[in-house]
């Protein structure tokens, strides 16, 4: 079933799990993340970036997403993340998502605000959730989110408080040392930032650049806030890499391809759920 991103969230952030969040851009996205979490009795977020566009419109993904969801006992939630064109968020809302990412955090605090602001009014008009972001995270190895030029810049608590006040947003992106893609060296989390930021404020944080971090990290991050933790690239590294490895030693048929990379997602998609579920 579908249902939107506050009705996954809040029970995850009063009993102290998270939720996984999973880039779905394709068929074999979309069945990998909502069968696994069907397998594994959990919801799942099928996240479709505003960067994929180019592979599938909005209304091809919620017509994937609407029909896998029908056959799944667990809440799936059609999240659009990344995106700073208001446009395309009010057509994703039209298509059926329930809920979206207004990402303002390259923007100045207070047009960051007003934007986040009015995407929040129309899409709670309909009912859909709105995931905001504050400060930036740095780009790694094989990132396929954010831009070369971005560079790091931790959230302030003070500044999340009045933002969260300011906005009546539903989950708010943090940013405490993960980074797009995989890690170029050891990660430094910053969790006595994310502390502060949880002491400040009263709704859901989210985790971007799931992938890679330490387990200990990823624990530490759910028991001060953390609902929502984003994973994408290493189910595209898994899928590539277990992909390669079959073509050298046999040449499937598509479709038997295409079976295959639903079951390489899985096995990234339980790997996370498993960690997430820390009730």
Same mark, same amino acid.
């Given at each position: 079933?579908?249902?939107?991103?506050?009705?996954?969230?809040?029970?995850?952030?009063?009993?102290?799990?998270?939720?996984?969040?999973?880039?779905?851009?394709?068929?074999?996205?979309?069945?990998?993340?909502?069968?696994?979490?069907?397998?594994?009795?959990?919801?799942?977020?099928?996240?479709?970036?505003?960067?994929?566009?180019?592979?599938?419109?909005?209304?091809?993904?919620?017509?994937?997403?609407?029909?896998?969801?029908?056959?799944? =006992?667990?809440?799936?939630?059609? /999240?659009?993340?990344?995106?700073?064109?208001? =446009?395309?968020?009010?057509?994703?809302?039209?298509?059926?998502?329930?809920?979206?990412?207004?990402?303002?955090?390259?923007?100045?605090?207070?047009?960051?605000?007003?934007?986040?602001?009015?995407?929040?009014?129309?899409? /709670?008009?309909?009912?859909?959730?709105?995931?905001?972001?504050?400060?930036?995270?740095? !780009?790694?190895?094989?990132?396929?989110?954010?831009?070369?030029?971005?560079?790091?810049?931790?959230? =302030?608590?003070?500044?999340?408080?009045?933002?969260?006040?300011?906005?009546? !947003?539903?989950?708010?992106?943090?940013?405490?040392?993960?980074? /797009?893609?995989?890690?170029?060296?050891?990660?430094?989390?910053?969790?006595?930032?994310?502390?502060?930021?949880?002491?400040?404020? =009263?709704?859901?944080?989210?985790?971007?650049?799931?992938?890679?971090?330490?387990?200990?990290?990823?624990?530490?991050?759910?028991?001060?806030?953390?609902?929502?933790?984003?994973?994408?690239?290493?189910?595209?590294?898994?899928?590539?890499?277990?992909?390669?490895?079959?073509?050298?030693?046999?040449?499937?048929?598509?479709?038997?391809?295409?079976?295959?990379? !639903?079951?390489?997602?899985?096995?990234?998609?339980?790997?996370?759920?498993?960690?997430?579920?820390?009730?």
């Amino acid at each position: 079933m579908l249902v939107n991103l506050k009705e996954i969230l809040a029970p995850a952030y009063e009993k102290h799990y998270a939720v996984g969040s999973f880039n779905c851009y394709s068929y074999e996205t979309f069945r990998g993340c909502i069968t696994a979490g069907e397998e594994m009795g959990a919801p799942v977020i099928a996240a479709f970036g505003a960067a994929y566009l180019a592979n599938m419109s909005l209304e091809t993904a919620h017509a994937i997403a609407a029909s896998l969801a029908r056959e799944a =006992d667990v809440p799936v939630c059609l /999240h659009l993340d990344h995106c700073s064109e208001v =446009d395309v968020i009010c057509r994703a809302i039209k298509a059926g998502f329930g809920s979206v990412m207004y990402d303002g955090s390259a923007l100045p605090f207070a047009e960051n605000v007003a934007n986040t602001r009015a995407v929040c009014r129309a899409a /709670h008009a309909c009912g859909v959730s709105v995931e905001a972001e504050l400060g930036s995270l740095g !780009v790694g190895v094989d990132s396929h989110e954010g831009r070369a030029e971005d560079v790091e810049q931790y959230t =302030d608590p003070e500044a999340a408080r009045d933002f969260i006040a300011a906005t009546e !947003v539903d989950a708010l992106a943090v940013s405490i040392g993960t980074v /797009h893609g995989l890690y170029k060296g050891k990660p430094y989390i910053r969790t006595d930032i994310l502390e502060e930021i949880h002491r400040a404020v =009263d709704v859901p944080l989210v985790l971007h650049g799931g992938s890679g971090t330490p387990e200990e990290d990823l624990r530490a991050c759910i028991a001060r806030g953390i609902a929502k933790i984003n994973v994408n690239t290493e189910i595209s590294s898994a899928v590539v890499a277990q992909t390669t490895q079959l073509l050298t030693r046999e040449k499937p048929h598509y479709s038997t391809l295409s079976l295959r990379q !639903v079951d390489y997602v899985k096995t990234v998609v339980k790997k996370y759920i498993e960690l997430f579920e820390c009730r």
